[in-house]
């Protein structure tokens, strides 16, 4: 309570300048102004893995040989705690970060509360667009959102990618054999047989936390998988579309046929818990973020092998198997300048932006360690050669599906993990729980004029 | 002419000449003045960080205000508080919260209060006992949070592992709806029970000896002294200290998100992770304002019924 009475008396006592009005994003300056010479700190804020460690070491190392007065600083919280940092602050219209690393889904959120620049003209004076699949530049960009697949020309841009993910499959090709199950019941039928072969190791490792949006996005693969659908965006409609033939299908799959494949006890399990159980060989097939994965080639994690060789020879990474579609989850982030930051601020995260942008740059964060968004990147040789993985992301990258980027998001995220987290963990019927994420989801985006009790 | 140098007597009829004022005290600045320049300083922290707040929390109560959405704050009457008196989703996580204060201050008032009369028994090694019983208190809810949920994890926690070696199977204690719930109650009592103890420990100790004395000259048994000497004295003490222990274990919010993180699906949600949610995942500032509004009225009422039994029972 009282973080949230700092947030709204900061509120109160800001400028006030967006009472009465409704709220939109500031425009960004087309052309970049004039930077500043005097030293100066670039802050970002994410949350807390490998990626911002890399992120925060790659562009103090090369963005300096360009602006030597400018040091990048990347603040990371945990990832339970991303939404809440960023928001908090934007609440208060003070922001101790330049940019903001948001999930393609906040994008919403952020854009109608007025908290982020509008990038659209700068985009267009300084960013090669056709440099990158429509989609991704759409996804972590454009609002309102984009149609899977494509990217409205005409619709405002409010940020650029960052860091581009997606799931991959991770196989072990000890146990069940180098070709990766093409479809999902064939990948259910091998880890079934990997798990009665080997006691001691699971079927499969994938996300059932009920925390971030961990066992969401473990459901909304499954449903798409199976030719099911998350909303009618264009009606605002939830109720009867995701929980219509197919969404129950998927749920059925994740929770009659997944789940008992899965550890016991393993339902509180996010990416870390994953990433461990195959690092320990207690896991036949699992399911995690391309971007999260490299620690299970360090030998040093790994009871897999001395060396990243000998993990390697017994460890696989392949797209998704596909089923009635062939959709994979959208994962990564953009960034996002601070509508609160200071002017040179705000100048030098637009110069920086375009600096990471450039193709030169974009190659040398894949060869960091990074996953990057522009086409000729994607398919370079410091890319693919740089992780086992990142074949994965460049083949997922035509099959991306996100979800809604609603200013409501947060919410239906929640709505979504805590429902799905019940059904994996018995709390809940799978047909129950699947009926319950389409109401409540639905009573959320039609409460937008209830007058009082938004939000329980 | 009288004196220009005024003079006083004092209680020995000695007079005693006139003092100065105190070096350096403002002629200007009367006691009274004195008095208000050194309390305001407190004052004003309170009205800023307590009172402040609290009138504001009212206002938005009323209010359909969004932190983040910014605009105006529409004033909706007591619509915030219809709607959370009313919501399914509230009374399920107020029977998670009963359920939890209940088990969670019952257990810990029968451990404290055993472990506190153990102690008090004992002559030797008190001190040592009572301090280090004391530790759990000394440490922050989430570290005792983080420790345990790695003890109680199933695949690899301590908890398993012991269970293990006894020949019993894994217990999912984190991911099923009872034992959740129960993972948080034993968590709850390992760190709390010591402040139950403490002031137990104190009460038994104010018990005057003679007492006991003559109740083993009329030999009384052990039983007969706890229940007509030992429990009467301690009891109002131990009422106090439930008392704290459930103000303090109804607004639990930092334990569960740490352990269970309110699941599975929602199974563990108490009160206050539940506002948490509803302000800040949606930022319905008025509701959650109306919420935490609510919980204070809940918490001083229940208090002030408590007290007057308590009042009852010292005057009886």
């Not at chain 1, 996100?402 to 995220?413: F, G, I, K, S, T």
């Not at chain 1, 429902?419 to 409460?447: C, R, Y």
């Not at chain 2, 004196?3 to 200007?28: E, H, K, M």
Request: proline fraction near 5%; include cysteine; hydrophobic fraction near 45%.
């Amino acid at each position: 309570m009282a973080m949230l009475l700092v947030a709204t008396t900061a509120a109160a006592c800001g400028d006030g300048k967006d009472d009465g009005e409704k709220a939109s994003a500031p425009k960004a300056p087309a052309t970049i102004p004039e930077l500043t010479k005097d030293p100066l700190t670039l802050s970002f804020i994410w949350f807390d893995w490998p990626p911002a460690k890399a992120l925060e070491a790659f562009a103090n190392a090369e963005y300096k040989k360009e602006r030597p007065n400018a040091t990048i600083k990347v603040n990371t919280v945990p990832n339970a705690n991303w939404h809440d940092a960023m928001f908090t602050q934007f609440a208060a219209r003070k922001t101790d970060f330049d940019i903001a690393i948001l999930d393609s889904q906040h994008i919403g959120e952020a854009v109608t509360n007025g908290n982020i620049l509008d990038l659209t003209d700068f985009v267009k004076e300084n960013i090669d667009v056709a440099a990158y699949n429509p989609y991704l530049l759409a996804a972590y960009g454009q609002f309102p959102q984009a149609e899977t697949g494509k990217r409205d020309e005409n619709a405002s841009l409010y940020g650029l990618p960052l860091l581009g993910d997606t799931w991959t499959m991770i196989y072990r090709k000890d146990l069940i054999g180098d070709k990766p199950p093409q479809t999902w019941d064939q990948m259910i039928a091998a880890a079934e047989k990997c798990q009665a072969n080997n006691p001691g190791v699971s079927g499969l490792a994938f996300h059932q936390a009920n925390g971030s949006d961990a066992a969401a996005v473990t459901y909304n693969t499954v449903n798409g998988v199976y030719g099911g659908n998350l909303w009618d965006s264009k009606n605002r409609k939830i109720d009867g579309v995701i929980n219509d033939a197919a969404g129950q299908e998927a749920m059925d799959v994740l929770v009659n046929k997944m789940k008992p494949l899965t550890a016991k006890g393993s339902g509180n399990w996010f990416i870390d818990e994953v990433n461990a159980a195959v690092a320990q060989g207690k896991a036949c097939i699992a399911f995690n973020w391309i971007a999260a994965s490299g620690g299970l080639l360090d030998p040093k994690q790994s009871t897999l092998g001395t060396t990243r060789e000998q993990i390697l020879d017994k460890l696989g990474f392949a797209t998704l198997p596909s089923q009635k579609t062939n959709l994979v989850p959208l994962g990564g982030m953009g960034m996002h300048v601070s509508a609160y930051s200071a002017t040179a601020n705000q100048a030098e995260a637009l110069n920086f932006m375009e600096w990471f942008e450039r193709a030169d740059v974009q190659k040398k964060w894949a060869a960091a360690g990074g996953v990057p968004s522009r086409t000729d990147a994607l398919e370079s040789p410091e890319f693919l050669n740089a992780g086992p993985f990142n074949r994965v992301y460049t083949d997922s990258v035509p099959r991306m599906r996100d979800m809604w980027n609603v200013p409501e998001y947060a919410r239906l995220v929640d709505i979504e993990n805590t429902n799905v987290n019940a059904a994996l963990n018995g709390a809940k019927k799978p047909k129950d729980a699947l009926d319950d994420i389409a109401k409540e989801q639905q009573g959320v985006l039609d409460s937008s004029n209830r007058k009082g009790g938004g939000g329980l | 002419m009288s004196d220009p140098v005024p003079s006083t007597t004092d209680g020995s009829g000695q007079v005693a000449s006139a003092r100065p004022p105190a070096r350096g005290r403002s002629p200007r600045l009367s006691d009274r003045g004195l008095a208000v320049a050194f309390i305001s300083p407190a004052m004003l922290l309170l009205l800023a960080m307590s009172v402040f707040p609290l009138l504001w929390a009212l206002y938005l109560s009323f209010t359909d205000y969004s932190a983040t959405r910014g605009g105006p704050a529409n004033f909706i009457g007591f619509g915030n508080y219809t709607a959370i008196l009313t919501s399914a989703q509230v009374h399920t996580r107020a029977l998670t919260t009963v359920i939890y204060v209940v088990g969670a201050v019952g257990l810990q008032t029968v451990l404290g209060f055993g472990i506190a009369y153990l102690i008090s028994r004992r002559t030797r090694g008190r001190g040592v006992l009572t301090t280090l019983f004391l530790v759990p208190m000394m440490l922050s809810p989430v570290v005792v949070g983080l420790f345990w949920r790695f003890m109680l994890d199933a695949q690899f926690g301590v908890v398993n592992s012991m269970l293990g070696s006894l020949g019993l199977g894994q217990v999912e204690w984190l991911t099923r709806q009872r034992t959740a719930l129960l993972s948080l109650i034993v968590v709850d009592t390992w760190q709390w029970t010591p402040f139950i103890m403490l002031i137990a420990l104190a009460g038994l100790t104010a018990v005057p000896k003679y007492l006991y004395e003559a109740a083993s000259i009329d030999r009384a048994s052990e039983w007969f002294k706890f229940r007509t000497i030992t429990l009467p004295l301690v009891w109002p003490l131990l009422l106090i200290a439930v008392m704290f222990r459930a103000i303090e274990a109804f607004r639990l919010f930092d334990l569960v998100y740490i352990l269970t993180n309110g699941g599975p699906g929602v199974s563990t949600e108490t009160l206050s992770f539940h506002i948490y949610k509803v302000a800040f995942l949606g930022f319905n500032t008025g509701t959650a304002s109306a919420y935490g509004i609510l919980m204070v009225l809940v918490v001083i009422v229940l208090t002030q019924l408590y007290l007057r039994y308590l009042n009852k029972l010292k005057e009886g």
